[in-house]
């Protein structure tokens, strides 16, 4: 697939790179890097993406296809991550294959002991692992981001066989596929992006799993043993009276994609009905998850 982009390039600092970058993916941005700012006699060097991001300065790349506006895009991505960027700067980026580009900055991801994230284009690591096969297309939810591995790991350590979970904000389906790899009995994925319900159907397809993807839950009444959001905090707190009302009485409530700093408000959010255990927490992000009184 070619086609024309429009590279949106902004340096921030270190610490705000993670939420811009999820509020650019979110806004319709294609894919994010990262990379350190440097000046013009300092050599660059690449974010290991299993690694977290520990530089002063953050250079931030966006790619932007034709459908959107590289600043409305901008301005919607600092609105929500609640970062000020001063400066950015545009660059047209010539046609290539960005799909062969993307996929060779994915290998398998190392979830835990017997949790694989496999792209569709590896071979599994692991073959007596839990392999999730995986092909995020436009949709977020690769896996390699803390906020992820955190909630796959609470769903493998709590899923005991036979749940109803719902996976609010589901991009690429990952933490509904995971539920029923596990042994989930139904599993739920909603998402408000077309193409983040059909990236997660047809991963759902590829692990042999059924799982159900709608664009609204308006019209679902299941009530969950577990509801799961890996989304943004200010996202997280409107939601809080829905989220709630969809989990039954003792049931599970796990809210991911918050930083450190973030956690105790999101969480007074849901305080009125949800008891928190002991917050999870890796590379700087946290993963809240309580029972519903």
């Known amino acids: ?48 993406p299993n690694e977290p991001v520990s530089w002063p300065r953050v250079r ?17 991505a600092c609105e929500t991550s609640g970062v000020a960027v001063q400066d950015h700067k545009l660059e047209s980026v010539p046609d290539e294959d960005w799909v062969a580009r993307s996929r060779a900055q994915f290998g398998p991801i190392r979830i835990s002991r017997r949790l694989w994230i496999v792209p569709t284009w590896h071979a599994p690591s ?9 092909d995020p297309g436009l949709a977020f939810g690769t ?33 509904a596929i995971a539920a029923l790899k596990l042994g989930a009995a139904r599993a739920v994925g909603v998402d408000i992006d ?10 759902a397809r590829r692990n042999g799993v059924v799982g159900e993807f709608v664009e609204s839950c308006s019209s679902l009444t299941l009530t969950a043993d577990v509801v799961v959001a890996n989304i943004l905090p200010k996202t997280l ?20 994609g918050i930083l450190v700093d973030q956690a105790r408000d999101v969480e007074m959010s849901y305080a009125p009905w949800i008891a928190f255990a ?13 029972v519903k009184r």
């Open 1 to 48: 697939m070619r086609v024309t982009l429009t590279a949106l390039v902004v340096d921030v600092q270190g610490k705000q790179a993670e939420g811009l970058s999820e509020a650019l993916l979110e806004a319709g941005a294609l894919s994010v890097a990262c990379e350190e700012a440097h000046t013009p006699v300092e050599a660059p060097k690449l974010a290991d």
């Open 60 to 76: 931030v790349t966006a790619l932007c296809g034709p459908e959107h506006d590289p600043e409305h895009l901008l301005r919607r």
């Open 126 to 134: 692991d073959a007596d692992a839990i392999n999730l096969v995986l």
């Open 143 to 175: 896996g390699d981001h803390a906020s992820t591995r955190l909630c796959l790991r609470w769903l493998e350590l709590r899923i005991r066989g036979g749940e109803t979970v719902l996976d609010y904000g589901c991009g690429s389906g990952i933490l």
């Open 194 to 203: 077309q193409n983040a319900v059909a990236a997660a159907q047809v991963n």
């Open 237 to 256: 707190k409107l939601l809080a009276p829905l989220l709630v009302d969809r989990c039954r009485r003792g049931g599970h409530v796990v809210l991911s």
């Open 278 to 290: 002991s917050p999870e927490e890796e590379d700087g992000w946290v993963c809240l998850s309580g």
